[in-house]
């Protein structure tokens, strides 16, 4: 199982970016994909999530209002649309998919069993 993230890259505070990240899987069902970032210096953190039956969506508090998760299911792909993108959300973006579980809190890390290689958002102020 692979994850591809792509659609990073450098933008002015303000603009907007769309993530994609692409699990390539016949054998597994997914169950949850989601995003999480990590910052220089800091722990990686919960973005977003959905399900992948039901379509349901979390957000991170932080993101609520700017961000948007959205899911291809017949391309097993997973979107993150940034809006109104600050300074603070400079970060490795990295994607991660539940295929195992189906259970366990879902803005956890340990819920997810692969991830993909992160790719680089940086907002300039």
């Known amino acids: 199982v692979q994850l591809q993230a792509s659609g990073g890259g450098l933008v002015q505070a303000g603009g907007s970016l769309r993530l994609s990240c692409a699990a390539s899987t016949r054998m597994y069902s997914i169950y949850v994909m989601g995003w999480f970032r990590q910052a220089p210096g800091n722990e990686r953190e919960f973005v977003a999530a959905?399900?992948?039956?039901?379509?349901?969506?979390y957000l991170a508090d932080s993101v609520k209002g700017r961000f948007t998760i959205s899911r291809d299911s017949a391309r097993n792909t997973v979107y993150l649309q940034m809006n109104k993108l600050k300074s603070d959300d400079t970060a490795v973006y990295y994607c991660a998919a539940d295929l195992s579980s189906g259970s366990g809190d879902i803005t956890t890390s340990r819920r997810y069993d692969y991830w993909g290689q992160g790719t680089l958002v940086t907002v300039s102020s």
């Open positions: 959905i399900s992948w039956s039901r379509g349901n969506t």
